[in-house]
């Protein structure tokens, strides 16, 4: 049963380039989320989809960055004119459904700008 | 929205001791509160959660505790271990909504 895909593990970009991190739900799963880390921080909320929709954007930076989980295929996070300030950990997560279940975490996607 | 205050930051114990984290919440609509670990470069992984109509779970040597009245949740390890040492965080979540808010972590590190 394997859990939360995400790829890449590592990505380096250089600062203006475009960075899409993509994860797969667990199976089963149709809700995903998107996390980031900043090094020695604490998770913060960006988003959260289910398949198709847009559920809640409140934690996203209004500009560069979008989320899609597409009716096939896995969920990705695009980050536009990547800045060295976007360098952190970005974790992937997804749950059964939408009330009051736990999340489950991937093994994360870290994101170096040079 | 929902705020959650994480205490200490960091935290040393000798093997052997006790270890408590301890988090408050700010929405009393939030119902459900999991604890997560995270060892450094891996990812969170969940150790042990509780709802709001209880007041106390325990699996082995790891236990929480709510306070609903207090909105406030706790992290209890005993009989602490090396492979314990790693960062905590505590979430909470409101019903019918699956959007966590996360503490800002405690670094634990246990002494052999």
């Known amino acids: 049963n394997a859990g939360v895909m995400q790829n890449p593990r590592h990505l380096v970009r250089r600062r203006g380039q475009e960075a899409r991190l993509r994860c797969s739900p667990m199976k089963g799963h149709s809700h995903v989320y998107w996390y980031r880390q900043l090094p020695e921080e604490g998770l913060k909320f960006m988003v959260y989809?289910?398949?198709?929709?847009?559920?809640?954007e409140s934690g996203m930076p209004k500009e560069r960055f979008s989320a899609e989980f597409p009716k096939e295929g896995p969920s990705i996070l695009r980050i536009q004119q990547v800045v060295r300030g976007d360098s952190a950990a970005y974790f992937c997560?997804?749950?059964?459904?939408?009330?009051?279940?736990?999340?489950?975490f991937g093994e994360g996607s870290w994101l170096t700008v040079v | 929205g929902e705020n959650v205050e994480q205490h200490p930051s960091t935290l040393s114990v000798q093997e052997g001791d006790s270890a408590v984290i301890k988090c408050t919440y700010s929405d009393s609509a939030s119902n459900y509160f999991p604890w997560y670990k995270q060892e450094l470069g891996k990812r969170p992984q969940l150790i042990i959660d509780?709802?709001?109509?209880?007041g106390e779970k325990k699996d082995q040597r790891i236990a929480v505790t709510l306070n609903k009245t207090a909105k406030h949740f706790s992290l209890h390890i005993t009989e602490t271990q090396p492979e314990d040492s790693a960062v905590y965080f505590c979430a909470a979540s409101r019903p019918n909504f699956n959007k966590f808010y996360f503490g800002s972590g405690t670094k634990l590190n246990v002494k052999p």
């Open positions: 509780i709802r709001s109509n209880v």
């Open positions: 997560a997804s749950s059964s459904s939408g009330q009051g279940n736990t999340i489950y």
């Open positions: 989809l289910q398949k198709e929709n847009i559920i809640d």
